[in-house]
């Protein structure tokens, strides 16, 4: 990844999180790289941030879950010293997380009230707190999460997924198959470096298959 992709995931993910030992505030939520809600907690002893989730799980700066860092965990032990993590292979998540210090601790002061809520709408949750680019179709397309190829996703007002270039997976999928200049309906289109929009579906994730 990128040295811009990770600032702008640290500035998006630290945003008005409490400092450790501050007085327990939790932040305002916002949308982290796992495609979860989340709202920050605190920041833990090794200079982590630690956010809950809309279920009331505790969640790293990348939104990922205790479970599944540990298994990341296990899984980079099996490998060859030097060898690339699996996680970041198999492009399943930007999570770096080599510890889980601070997502064991309880929070008791954390209520179910103060959990945050699954937005009803991904555009209108993200107006204001992100980037804002205007695609070449003239329509307003807001920053969602850098995903785990390090494309920038937006989301168009209809909740499509969109490259920073206003072209959908389908457009960018043509693109990578032409040869030659682009004919019939990918015409008119920007062509672009982006190659995929692929996000991370987690069950209780923004772009998760299961959402209600």
């Not at 980079?76 to 997380?97: I, K, Q, Y």
């Not at 309880?106 to 009230?113: F, G, L, S, V």
């Amino acid at each position: 990844m990128s040295d811009s992709h990770a600032s702008k995931l640290d500035n998006a993910t630290r945003l008005a999180c409490p400092m450790e030992g501050a007085t327990p505030e939790l932040g305002p939520p916002v949308l982290l790289a796992s495609g979860r809600i989340g709202r920050c907690v605190d920041v833990h002893a090794a200079d982590r941030s630690v956010y809950v989730g809309i279920k009331g799980q505790l969640m790293c700066a990348h939104g990922e879950k205790l479970k599944s860092i540990s298994g990341w965990i296990r899984d980079d032990t099996r490998l060859p010293e030097g060898a690339p993590r699996a996680r970041a292979t198999s492009f399943t998540s930007v999570c770096d997380c080599d510890d889980v210090r601070g997502l064991y601790a309880k929070r008791p002061h954390i209520k179910p009230t103060d959990w945050p809520k699954q937005p009803s709408s991904l555009y209108d949750f993200l107006e204001n707190k992100t980037e804002e680019v205007v695609g070449h179709d003239g329509y307003r397309l807001r920053f969602a999460l850098v995903n785990p190829r390090g494309v920038d996703v937006f989301v168009n007002i209809n909740e499509k997924k969109r490259c920073r270039h206003g072209n959908s997976a389908t457009i960018l999928e043509r693109h990578r198959k032409r040869v030659g200049p682009p004919r019939g309906r990918s015409k008119g289109y920007p062509v672009c470096g982006c190659h995929s929009l692929a996000t991370p579906q987690r069950q209780d994730g923004v772009f998760s298959y299961n959402r209600k």
